[in-house]
């Protein structure tokens, strides 16, 4: 990964891992509804915040900018995966960002852990099987297929519109 | 090397799920079948050192019907992803195994009753499907430059099934003729070719690529790949050509310097595992850690008989910890994990979401597998060395019961994709 946009999608991705494995680690600790508290309360704060990022600013990057790059060259087949993957995910990242930041308002009932459970399980499962492909395919595809002054310019725009 | 090419372009290669599938639906039916027939015939395990028979049929079910099997499905979908150019046709892939699987199960029914004319029929087409097999590969690498830590282990099997095919012909003609002055010699160097060459350079080759991925890990530095396949390659031809012509001291540097190319591979390993961004390790682990302390201890049980120790039992236990310890359980690690990631990469073909792995992988009967395995991997080994039946009889037990276990988790992935994708055909249907 020797490309500045590869450099800051792999660094988007350590961040988003880190974030499902500490949303892995809560669905798994908790069988009920956790007590409302101030860490609970931050940390689903967080979580919401990343994956708002992830599904909106990162897929909206690869998917307005980086893509184009590759269908340009013909590479169509891996776009063509990941976008659809995007189409899967994007819903469900949503439905757990919008209940994490519910639930650090007001707390989880019953109904609304057993929904958080079963969308988080889900979303921790398919992001991370996406982002293997990502890090295992995109990462290297830019490496090989983009040159230096478009990853100049990729890398501005991420920097602009991701952050 | 950068393990990251197997994913690109993975969906414009991605093989009809039928054409691997039907390697490893056989590799695990030959399993199974393995483990019946060394139970049926148990009575000859113990001292076995070479011979017609249930015990060699069932060692060829496993080398040349399970993990050559597996090798060549996971090699045909694989290695086209990898180095991003195409393997071969089609057709030449489903002839392939035409030839094959009907070449393994004639060549071990052969061996089993003792049929000249099924030993030989059944070693020819096996020989003509891995020959063909080894042009595909072949063909396929001569077109690459930049992936050499993969490249240059598979050539290395490539040369190692070329050597293990010739003596392998020899073995079995030399069966009904006896021209062989030392057929014992031949068969461990056709052993060593098999097992450390020919299956054992695939399986590194492709750690290279498979084991980062699935952890996420940082890719193994090219310099890793080329120093283990340097290693490895002088390994086996003294250890290959030590046996041959008889000269133990040979043979055992051949597997000192195995050890070597293992230890070198193992730190590679475990630096791209430490670097994993994956924190927890998924079920199929469980297995590769079995496979990989089993890789070293095989390197010194060789150093045994090598040396001079009794063949009964030494190479005998040689024998099973390369076969048995170190190949299988890394071959059904990687095809626990591989067959539903091929479904769940296929599942999504009519646009509908793709199958999540934990639905398509049941754990129960892999981890029925896990324990049976490993529970045959301590019970046959004490067995071989003590020469007690009972532990031999329980171990064979669990090995069957495991297999059970595996072929279960085979039909299960296989009977979910299908439920996935024919939910997802009524989906595409309605519109």
């Not at chain 1, 967080?46 to 340009?72: D, M, T, W, Y």
């Not at chain 2, 996971?74 to 489903?94: D, F, H, N």
């Not at chain 2, 002055?181 to 098999?194: E, Y």
Request: with cysteine; hydrophobic share 55%; charged share 15%.
């Amino acid at each position: 990964m020797n490309t500045q946009t590869g450099a800051l999608l792999h660094q988007a991705h350590m961040t988003t891992i880190e974030a499902l494995q500490s949303l892995d680690e809560l669905l798994g600790a908790n069988k009920k509804a956790p007590a409302k508290d101030d860490l609970l309360g931050r940390k689903l704060k967080q979580l919401a915040r990343i994956l708002k990022s992830e599904v909106e600013s990162h897929f909206g990057f690869e998917e307005n900018h980086l893509f184009k790059v590759f269908v340009e060259q013909g590479e169509t087949g891996i776009v063509t995966m990941l976008t659809h993957e995007h189409r899967s995910i994007l819903p469900l990242a949503l439905q757990v960002a919008d209940l994490a930041v519910a639930a650090a308002e007001a707390g989880f009932t019953d109904a609304s852990w057993t929904e958080f459970k079963d969308a988080g399980a889900e979303l921790v499962e398919r992001e991370i099987f996406h982002i293997q492909k990502e890090e295992m395919g995109l990462l290297a595809a830019i490496a090989s297929l983009v040159d230096p002054e478009m990853d100049e310019e990729l890398a501005n725009i991420y920097r602009a519109e991701v952050g | 090397m950068f393990p990251g090419s197997f994913m690109m372009g993975a969906k414009d290669r991605l093989l009809p799920p039928s054409i691997p599938y039907r390697f490893f639906v056989a590799a695990v039916f030959f399993h199974l079948l393995a483990w019946v027939l060394l139970l049926v015939g148990n009575e000859g395990v113990l001292g076995f050192v070479g011979g017609q028979g249930m015990t060699l049929a069932a060692l060829h079910l496993i080398t040349l019907g399970t993990l050559a099997m597996t090798a060549m499905g996971a090699a045909i979908q694989l290695l086209p992803v990898a180095t991003r150019r195409p393997l071969g046709p089609v057709w030449a892939i489903k002839l392939m195994f035409i030839l094959y699987a009907p070449g393994v199960a004639l060549f071990a029914a052969g061996l089993a009753h003792s049929f000249a004319w099924a030993q030989h029929a059944g070693a020819t087409l096996c020989v003509v499907g891995l020959a063909l097999f080894g042009g595909l590969v072949g063909a396929n690498l001569r077109r690459v430059d930049d992936l050499p830590g993969v490249t240059r282990h598979a050539w290395l099997a490539v040369a190692s099934l070329i050597g293990l095919a010739i003596l392998g012909l020899v073995l079995v003609i030399d069966f009904t003729k006896g021209f062989l002055p030392d057929h014992t010699s031949v068969a461990a160097a056709h052993a060593v070719l098999a097992g450390y060459g020919f299956m054992g350079m695939l399986s590194a080759g492709f750690s290279f690529v498979l084991i980062p991925m699935f952890v996420l890990g940082s890719a193994v530095p090219d310099a890793v790949g080329k120093r283990t396949a340097q290693l490895s390659g002088l390994g086996l031809v003294l250890g290959a050509g030590g046996v041959l012509v008889g000269i133990g001291t040979l043979s055992a540097l051949g597997a000192l310097l195995g050890l070597a190319a293992t230890i070198v591979y193992l730190r590679g390993m475990l630096a791209s595992l430490k670097t994993r961004m994956k924190k927890r390790l998924e079920p199929f682990f469980r297995m590769v850690w079995v496979a990989w302390a089993l890789l070293p201890v095989s390197l010194v049980a060789a150093l045994l008989p090598a040396l001079g120790a009794p063949l009964d039992p030494w190479a005998e236990l040689w024998v099973f910890l390369l076969v048995f310890g170190w190949l299988l359980s890394f071959v059904t690690a990687i095809l626990q994990r591989i067959m539903p990631f091929l479904a769940s990469m296929h599942s999504s073909a009519l646009g509908g979401k793709p199958a999540l792995l934990s639905h398509l992988s049941p754990k129960l009967p892999v981890d029925i597998h896990l324990g049976c395995h490993t529970a045959a991997l301590v019970l046959i080994s004490v067995a071989l060395v003590g020469g007690w039946v009972w532990p031999l009889r329980l171990g064979l037990i669990a090995g069957l019961a495991g297999a059970i276990a595996f072929g279960v988790y085979t039909v299960e992935v296989l009977r979910r994709y299908r439920s996935h994708m024919a939910a997802a055909v009524a989906a595409h249907q309605q519109g």
